[in-house]
């Protein structure tokens, strides 16, 4: 046999047990705590603007567990971030997945001294460290880090993620023989009936509540035999899951709706895309959630939806031929194999709604740039921002004090925006020239979007629709010392810890600084508390210490102490 074929046999051969690695998930991963699992949030939660992308395990509310890397690998990515994960871990593993874990209390020491050194060079206590796979090898079972409370966590917990290296997708981490115990079924607390019709769904589609009954799995309709249907109908639903009996809710793992014996929708959460994530506004009834708190999860797909969760070629839209009885039976599964139905009977009767078919069609805009023009606006929805057609509707508000423009109301807050929209606002003539970088766009509730001044006009990215105006925003942001004064005696104590606040526009920017050097100040936007930690950089004796905070829009506050060490 000639040399050159053997070599390249064993290379061929090589080259396709890696590719079968990569197409079999793992299901030797460990827990990454060594606590008896228990969640505090699963994948595919509802969360405000998106999916729960991971597993939160609980850790007794306290901070300063061990954080185990759940599989061999490498550490490909290190992140400090002033809110998200706080202070997390990625980790490449060779079966194609990478687990992160997030808001970390502190790293390993190997891995906070990368961290540090990198603050240290970029001089910012933001960092997000790409690392190739030779720098950090790690073995399952290795602590990375001790578990915490940072960046916008609400309470000490692990965040844990698996994602597709790749792709980048969130995956279910249930999937990977991480099994947490389950043994209540899904919970169904109501449905709603949406009247379609023939018009894009929006807060105005008529819609009816149905009480369920039932428990132990079997639901049924309280008080309605037969629901009537119209031309066009769909259904929402509302339900959730929960792990053990009166424990804490939860996501579901599939729903699924069927019209006589056939699947009209399945929706199902083994993995979604970050950027299709905001869609879970999509995938509920938004106006519901925002007026009412109620999480309906509508069982059609709206034609903007780009969530992959959905079994495509099902609209789940319902259009009866006949006005005989058809029945219709709701599936819930959650990951221990518990499942709950529903069983209802529906008919078909135009003539009960026939008076809520509109009689004019609108003007719809969708699935493509949309323009809005005027004297005193200037607007741009993309193509990708609807999820479902709208018939634009704009008008003008009374000024009010202290503000330099009209309010002007961009459609509807409770249609809910994919992408954000570039909106411009004409100043009116009291905003001086040297103010006018000191301009922000504001919302009804009166939180800054940012902006800048451009030909007359205040410019910004607005991420929801609503009522928007010109303010200003000259003040500094607020300085306030817990620990230190000047001329103070810091001996035996670990930190120097600062609140600080601005009012408007936001805090852009903080630079600490110990004689003249850069110093990282760490900072918990939750609390607004800034801190530093002394370290050997700084030693015994005499100091000078310049904390200088900066706002969105260039103001800027600056504090000195003399201190002693
Ligand atoms: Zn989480």
């Not at 006589?260 to 950027?275: H, Q, V």
């Not at 008076?355 to 929805?381: G, H, P, Q």
């Not at 990215?461 to 003040?475: A, P, S, V, Y």
């Amino acid at each position: 046999m000639p040399k050159s074929f053997i070599v390249g046999l064993i290379i061929s051969v090589l080259s396709f047990s890696a590719d079968a690695q990569i197409s079999q998930p793992s299901t030797d991963f460990r827990f990454p705590l060594d606590l008896k699992p228990s969640l505090s949030g699963a994948f595919g939660d509802l969360r405000p603007n998106h999916f729960h992308s991971g597993l939160d395990f609980r850790t007794n509310q306290r901070e300063g567990y061990p954080v185990y890397a759940v599989a061999d690998g490498f550490i490909s990515r290190m992140r400090v971030q002033i809110g998200g994960f706080g202070q997390a871990i990625y980790l490449d593993h060779p079966n194609g997945n990478t687990s992160v874990y997030a808001h970390l209390s502190a790293f390993h020491p190997k891995i906070a001294k990368l961290v540090k050194d990198f603050q240290y060079r970029l001089e910012s206590f933001e960092v997000d460290v790409p690392l190739i796979f030779s720098e950090l090898p790690v073995k399952k079972g290795e602590i990375i880090g001790w578990s915490g409370n940072t960046g916008s966590s609400g309470g000490p917990h692990l965040h844990f993620e698996i994602r597709d290296t790749k792709t980048e997708e969130a995956l279910n981490p249930q999937m990977f023989g991480l099994k947490v115990p389950d043994v209540s079924k899904p919970e169904i607390r109501g449905i709603y009936l949406y009247q379609l019709n023939g018009e894009p769904f929006s807060e105005d589609t008529p819609k009816q509540y149905f009480a369920v009954k039932g428990a132990a799995g079997t639901y049924s309709l309280a008080t309605t035999p037969v629901i009537n249907l119209s031309a066009e109908s769909a259904f929402g639903i509302v339900a959730f899951d929960r792990h053990v009996p009166a424990g804490g809710t939860y996501g579901l793992y599939k729903i699924e709706l069927s019209l006589d014996g056939e699947n009209i929708y399945t929706a199902t959460w083994n993995k979604f895309s970050f950027d299709a994530n905001k869609a879970i506004n999509s995938h509920l009834d938004y106006a519901a959630l925002k007026k009412t708190g109620m999480s309906i999860q509508k069982s059609f797909v709206e034609p903007g939806n780009p969530l992959g969760l959905y079994q495509t070629q099902q609209s789940g839209i319902i259009k009866l031929e006949d006005n005989e009885l058809h029945e219709l039976v709701y599936k819930l599964s959650d990951l221990g194999g518990n499942t709950s139905t529903l069983r209802f009977k529906v008919k078909r009767n135009m003539s009960s709604y026939a008076s809520e078919k509109s009689s004019a069609r609108k003007n719809y805009t969708f699935n493509e740039d949309f323009r809005f023009n005027n004297a005193d606006v200037k607007l741009l929805i993309p193509k990708g921002a609807l999820y479902s057609p709208i018939s634009f509707e704009y008008s003008l508000g009374a000024k009010l004090p202290g503000t330099y423009s009209q309010q002007h109301r961009i459609h509807r807050q409770n249609t809910p925006l994919h992408l954000p929209c570039t909106l411009s606002v004409k100043a009116d003539a009291n905003l001086k020239p040297e103010l006018r970088d000191k301009a922000v766009l504001v919302d009804q509730r009166g939180v800054s979007q940012g902006g800048t001044f451009e030909n007359g006009f205040v410019k910004s990215e607005i991420k929801n629709f609503g009522t928007f105006h010109i303010r200003m925003d000259t003040l500094p942001p607020k300085i306030t010392p817990m620990n230190i004064n000047d001329g103070k005696t810091m001996t035996g104590i670990s930190r120097i810890v600062f609140k600080i606040a601005d009012q408007l526009s936001g805090i852009a920017t903080f630079t600490g600084k110990i004689d003249g050097k850069w110093i990282l100040m760490e900072y918990d936007q939750k609390t607004a508390t800034l801190w530093h930690r002394f370290d050997e950089k700084t030693p015994p004796g005499k100091h000078q210490l310049e904390l200088s905070v900066a706002d969105k829009k260039g103001n800027t506050s600056v504090y000195k102490a003399n201190f002693n060490l």
